[in-house]
């Protein structure tokens, strides 16, 4: 990522960053509005109505783990990024999630979710759109690496 993009992401990543459990909130919302199906895979609240979701503590702590991740990783930015650091920290979110069974289409639903909520949070432009989804290229290329990984017993 060029030095333009590393600043259009941590500019943009101040409003989300400010209230973690909110914004984690406001993208599992999202995700599980889109692709109910989705929400089925979380034993801790799925038993839950969608409007009840944000008040249960067990759903603001998944959420506000989603953001401390990118948090992490955003901090990295112009740093270590792409560095054995980050792959270690995505390679383990890849390693926990395929232990619950959770499929590549499920993590392109969510990544899908993402966007759709920083794009209306932080009003993001083209350019920043675009820094995003590079952003996220390179995290679900760790992820989807590391699940293939694990689907071949390699890890």
Not at 11 to 35: C, M, N, Q
Request: proline share 3%; hydrophobic share 40%.
């Amino acid at each position: 990522m060029n030095n333009d993009e590393v600043y259009e992401i941590k500019k943009t990543w101040e409003i989300p960053a400010a209230t973690p459990a909110e914004s984690g909130a406001a993208i599992l919302l999202t995700f599980f509005k889109k692709y109910p199906s989705n929400l089925e895979k979380f034993s801790a609240f799925k038993d839950l109505p969608l409007d009840e979701l944000s008040t249960n503590a067990r759903f603001r702590a998944h959420a506000t783990r989603i953001i401390k991740v990118f948090d992490d990783s955003i901090s990295m930015l112009g740093h270590d990024w792409a560095g054995p650091k980050l792959e270690e920290m995505w390679s383990k979110i890849a390693t926990t999630h395929f232990n619950r069974q959770i499929e590549k289409q499920s993590f392109n639903e969510l990544k899908e979710a993402i966007l759709e909520v920083l794009t209306a949070a932080c009003n993001l432009n083209q350019k920043q759109t675009e820094a995003w989804m590079k952003l996220l290229d390179v995290v679900y290329s760790i992820i989807f690496t590391s699940l293939d990984k694990l689907q071949n017993g390699e890890q």
